[in-house]
């Protein structure tokens, strides 16, 4: 099953405005990762943040995971026409380097469009 | 550095022939190797995944199975194909360490099953 839903189902925003989009999660897990999706691409791997972190960033993104509501939100901040793309989070399992072997299940995903 | 292979892109088969897709990936070794299948407009849904040459566990039942016959080779196939096995294929690998479990995935293959 899906472990991951990602809010919006999609987006649609203007060049330079900040785009978020939370995901929320029902296990526990070990991190939380977003990936991105071109259309017809494999998926790329953006930001990790483990599960003792509250906030991270990257260039442009910023990540936040709120373990007691089991959410997390991913916001790209004066966003371009080249991030109009799918968005995805996974979660990883707890016992990442046991049993799970590494597995990571994935949201629906968010398909964002930026406007030139 | 290490790299992921998957072919071909696109595949268009007749309903019930068979069906065999490939993976490699490249620079690394004793990788996790995972396939999934993605719906259009839909998340990703893990169908195997495999943990060393010979090691293949499914996730969900499906007229498809998964080989692993070397370390950084991993192919995806099926006897006879349905039309419910259109979608889109994604070949994956992660290597464990820390508890970080990044994945990189193959460019895909498009396969539409008439």
């Known amino acids: 099953s899906q472990q991951g839903e990602e809010d919006p189902q999609a987006l649609s925003i203007q060049e330079g405005e900040n785009a978020t989009m939370n995901c929320s999660y029902k296990t526990s897990i070990n991190n939380l990762q977003w990936y991105r999706q071109n259309s017809g691409r494999g998926l790329v791997h953006l930001i990790l943040i483990r599960s003792n972190e509250r906030e991270k960033h990257s260039g442009r993104l910023r990540v936040t995971l709120d373990t007691s509501k089991k959410s997390s939100s991913l916001l790209i901040t004066a966003s371009r026409a080249a991030d109009t793309a799918s968005y995805f989070c996974a979660g990883g399992a707890a016992n990442a380097g046991g049993t799970s072997y590494g597995k990571l299940t994935f949201g629906q995903g968010t398909i964002l469009t930026v406007h030139p | 550095s290490q790299t992921i292979h998957q072919w071909p892109a696109t595949l268009v088969q007749p309903v019930g022939s068979p069906l065999s897709l490939e993976c490699t990936v490249e620079g690394t070794s004793n990788p996790n190797l995972y396939w999934y299948r993605q719906a259009a407009g839909r998340g990703l849904q893990l169908l195997f995944y495999s943990v060393g040459i010979g090691q293949i566990s499914s996730e969900v039942p499906q007229n498809l199975s998964a080989s692993r016959p070397q370390d950084r080779q991993f192919i995806l196939s099926s006897k006879k194909l349905l039309l419910s096995d259109s979608g889109f294929y994604l070949c994956?690998?992660?290597?464990?360490?820390?508890?970080?479990?990044?994945?990189?995935f193959g460019a895909g293959t498009r396969l539409s099953v008439l």
């Open positions: 994956a690998w992660s290597v464990l360490a820390m508890y970080k479990n990044i994945q990189y």
